[in-house]
């Protein structure tokens, strides 16, 4: 019996998305894989001497490469269907020719962890029922019937060891796939929760965690600590002439040199519009008016290429010494003030605070 139970039943019919393609191209690499696997078992069947068995592979075969055929063509549910159709078909018809103890329906029990995670309409748990009074249900019929087509019992032993191993790998490659699921997700999440999607800096809250702890840090140490506040000059009119677009690639272009001239140490954020945040972790106030002015020199040097023409950007800067207590909300004030007397100066230009 082929891997196809790991095939969950989803939301991305059209696999318009990245992640929806990246999905059902994994399903139809499924299809193909259960395809190759049916075609192992009918010479293992072959061999054990049971031509039906080996017959029903053949029909799974066609299942497995029409729904291939189907994915394809982004008929995806469709193609899911026959898939869970052939596993179910496969599993009772397999239990009911050569016995309960062939272990065919082991290959039921994939389907729990398919049902409960991928569904999210409120029906897993009907299915899983469902599901339980189907596998009962074969279990009896089976028990009373006997095997349609039996074979020797080692050979069954055979069939069923097989049908174990497969069983602990396909369990293992499951888990390993929703592990990776999560992770991805759980990745996604925290960058969303944590950088500004604009400028892929940290986000004020998140400046706010790692400013704590290299305050911390600082405070033990007795080393020096700056805070350095910087806002682009004139922005609506960049927004105004060129649109918001070019607006945003701005801000992109300001983040992008201002953490090419901060050091690895350095917590930098987007404080919020067109306003960036740096703390400067053992800087004293005179480093941290150095780092400032080379960031705001480096921003007139490089103007913001758009469509050909350069588009003049320049930085003013308000530099704070953060005190004994280390109180950022403090500097943080001092910083701002400073960079309202760099605006009401002329702009382009760094104040203390």
């Given amino acids: 019996m082929p891997p196809s ?176 699921t999560i992770l991805v997700a759980e990745a996604r999440l925290l960058k969303q929760a944590t950088l500004d999607p604009l400028t892929g800096l940290s986000n004020r809250s998140h400046f706010q965690t790692l400013a704590s702890n290299e305050l911390a840090r600082c405070q033990r140490s007795g080393a020096p600590v700056a805070l350095m506040l910087c806002d682009v000059d004139h922005f609506k009119q960049v927004n105004d002439r060129c649109g918001h677009a070019a607006g945003d690639r701005a801000l992109v272009h300001v983040a992008q040199i201002l953490s090419a001239n901060l050091r690895e140490c350095d917590v930098l954020a987007r404080w919020g519009g067109e306003e960036f945040l740096a703390l400067l972790p053992d800087s004293s106030l005179q480093a941290a008016h150095a780092a400032a002015e080379r960031i705001r020199a480096a921003i007139e040097a490089h103007p913001l290429i758009i469509d050909g023409t350069p588009i003049a950007i320049t930085l003013s800067f308000g530099v704070a010494q953060l005190q004994g207590g280390h109180d950022l909300q403090d500097a943080t004030a001092r910083a701002d003030k400073a960079l309202y007397e760099s605006k009401r100066a002329g702009r382009n230009r760094v104040s203390l605070g």
């Avoid at 990246?22 to 293992?44: E, F, N, P, Q, S």
């Avoid at 055929?69 to 982004?74: F, V």
């Avoid at 898939?83 to 397999?94: K, P, Q």
């Fill in 5 to 180: 139970t790991l095939v969950l039943p989803r939301a991305t019919s059209r696999g318009s998305s990245v992640a929806g393609k990246a999905y059902w191209g994994m399903v139809g690499r499924v299809a193909l894989t259960a395809a190759t696997i049916d075609a192992a078992y009918i010479v293992l069947f072959l061999l054990l001497g049971s031509a039906p068995l080996a017959a029903i592979n053949l029909i799974s075969i066609a299942m497995y490469l029409s729904a291939y055929a189907l994915i394809r063509r982004r008929r995806n549910m469709l193609g899911v269907t026959l898939i869970w159709v052939e596993v179910v078909a496969h599993s009772a018809l397999g239990s009911l020719m050569i016995g309960w103890e062939s272990g065919f329906h082991y290959y039921l029990l994939l389907f729990i962890p398919a049902i409960v995670i991928a569904n999210t309409k409120g029906y897993a748990m009907p299915m899983v029922l469902g599901l339980l009074v189907y596998y009962l249900g074969l279990k009896t019929l089976c028990e009373y019937l006997g095997p349609l087509a039996p074979l020797p019992p080692y050979r069954v032993q055979i069939v069923n060891a097989i049908h174990v191993c497969l069983i602990f790998g396909m369990f293992a490659a499951l888990a390993g796939f929703y592990r990776r």
